[in-house]
């Protein structure tokens, strides 16, 4: 199968189109046909090793001291059911599905083996095998942290960096569970993120939307410079601060800063699994979350992909589309 592999960690030039083993299932996993991919902020600072601030060597541990561990990116995908396990149930070849692979990466290839029980469904019909590969990562990130904020209808939320994957994501759940949303973004995203639900959009070009007299309920941080310190007077008594891309300092500071004030911070990873990737077809096909793409791109663009991801200037989800001539 064709798949881009990068050896080295590096601008988009390091990923490499190249045919490799087309994988097998064991008895509990399925192989799936990619038909679509994403490429999200997670492969961007796994090609790069651009952490957050303090995260450096956690994240050479993760991904590799020196070079890669894992050669091929990729945490999200959808297509067709390839081959199962002989103990798999849930699925048959030919099935429509969409999930994540998560730190396993893998999904810039052709086929991908997955877990019968992991992070994967059926794919909701509504959605295409493009929107439906980009749900996993936003979605299943802003379903955590705003579960953890417990968000309550008639609260008043703040979504900074609302036209990205998670934040679009975000915008759309908060509003289905009853908030008031406001998200921030640049001018030329406003109507995204209108669409998306927001009831209002604040230019971060023009305003500070941290200099509000009324404060709100919960923040949600997905760009990472927004720490408490910053934002501490824009929050309600028993506010939320949802630090999405946290630094070092945020994540290791949060249990503190949570004890000791009125307000709290909310750090950590999105875990991803079978419950989390049923919950997301659920709410795609209840027309709760549709994944906003932003560019489309063939296989072979792959490096141009990844540059549209390094620009920070996308808007909602990078996919690719990944071509079929054989078989595994």
């Known amino acids: 199968m064709k798949a881009w592999v990068y050896r080295e960690y590096g601008g988009p030039e390091v990923v490499h189109l190249e045919t490799v083993p087309t994988p097998a299932p064991k008895d509990d996993e399925i192989v799936v046909k990619v038909l679509a991919t994403t490429v999200t902020a997670a492969d961007w600072r796994a090609r790069t090793l651009e952490m957050p601030k303090g995260f450096g060597l956690i994240g050479r541990l993760v991904f590799g001291l020196r070079r890669p561990r894992k050669t091929i990116l990729g945490f999200e995908f959808a297509g067709e059911v390839a081959q199962v396990g002989r103990s798999v149930t849930r699925f048959c070849v030919d099935d429509a599905v969409f999930g994540s692979t998560g730190a396993r990466m893998g999904c810039h290839a052709q086929f991908v083996v997955v877990g019968e029980n992991e992070h ?35 609260e008043h939320i703040l979504i900074i960096g609302a036209s990205g994957g998670v934040g679009s994501a975000t915008v759309q759940l908060a509003k289905h569970l009853g908030a008031h949303v ?3 973004t640049s001018g030329p995203n406003a109507e995204i993120v209108r669409a998306m639900g927001a009831d209002e959009v604040i230019d971060y070009t023009r305003e500070d939307p941290l200099h509000t007299p009324e404060g709100y309920d919960v923040i949600v941080d997905t760009v990472g410079d927004t720490p408490m310190s910053r934002c501490r007077h824009a929050l309600r008594r028993g506010g939320r601060l949802l630090a999405v891309a946290a630094p070092l300092p945020t994540f290791a500071g949060a249990p503190f800063i949570s004890m000791l004030g009125s307000r709290k911070v909310i750090v950590g990873v999105a875990p991803e699994s079978r419950a989390v990737a049923e919950r997301l077809a659920q709410l795609a096909t209840e027309g709760v979350l549709r994944p906003f793409i932003d560019e489309r791109y063939e296989f072979s663009q792959m490096r141009e992909a990844h540059a549209r991801v390094a620009s920070r200037r996308k808007r909602g989800n990078v996919v690719v589309l990944v071509p079929h001539d054989d078989t595994p």
């Open 120 to 154: 994967i469904a059926i794919k909701p019909q509504g959605l295409s095998y493009e929107e439906a590969a980009a749900l996993s990562f936003g979605g299943a990130t802003a379903l955590h942290f705003l579960g953890k904020a417990s968000l309550q209808p008639g």
């Open 182 to 184: 406001t998200g921030v």
